[in-house]
């Protein structure tokens, strides 16, 4: 298997250097006027190193040294020239294809697997509750939509291992105490849900990160979140996980990012938006409380499988944690 990779990168190396390719890598490198000459049989390589020396001291361009020696016709130089401009557009364009390729590739909302819905008791795409395309400010603040989610890889991550536990015997134990406990909730309205799912996964323990984990922050998946507790992110995140298994669709539920001004500390809540308005489900209060009722979260981001926001208020703009990312 190794011999064949090799030689499979060998061809590749070798194609890389042939036709359309090493012309343009030609056209764009160093000295591009007299190798090109060179490598086109115009002129010799004694003939680029005499005139190349001779640029050094007079300073003239080397294709009107060429001219003047007879090597190349005025003729040849503006078609070589010609030549090498189409050939940089060309260059220009297949990098600027190349990266519009990475950028696809970076984790958008729809290459985040839908994970609960491999446990839901209801449609995750539950027709039933209505759609919402306009969400009230988010404790007064602005709010800019993104679908690129690559920044956000514990995010991602714990969507990934949620997966991977779904199909360890312990975890379908788990997961089936968690479905029966949510079953008598199926088909009642979104706010209702959302009062006793907050009820339901407050009686976890809080453990931090660094005593739970040995890492100073990590996203648990709702699997590891039931069987050991967790911090704030993790209770909210196992709220948005038994939410959706209830069928509440994506754009009802966020989970916020915020900083709590009266303990100057970052702090991790879900968001979700009823019948009857706004609701902030947290694990430091005991009952779900309306979001208009709050004055001392600020928020910093919010983030779904389908899009993160970022919010900034009037006073100053907010940044994005480190704790988001890697």
Sequence with gaps: MRSTSVNNINKGRNTANTGVLRQIKNAVSRNKLGESLVLNGRISPYDLKTALKIQKTSYQPLGLILIDQNKISQRELNLLLLRQKVLRITATTMIFIASICVMAKRPHAAEIKDVPARIALADTANEAFSKINHHPKLFGAKEKRSNNL???TKWTEMFESFDVALEDKKSKRTIKKLQT????????????????VNTLMNKKKYIDDSKNWGKSDYWANPIEFLTRGGDCEDFAIAKYVALRVLGVPENRMRVAIVQDQKKNIPHAVLVVYSEKGTMILDNQNKTMLAAKSINHYKPIFSINREAWWLHTTPDEPTTVLATAAR
């Design 150 to 152: 690559s920044a956000f």
């Design 181 to 196: 406990d949510l079953a008598e909730l199926k088909s009642t309205s979104i706010h209702k849900m959302a009062k006793n």
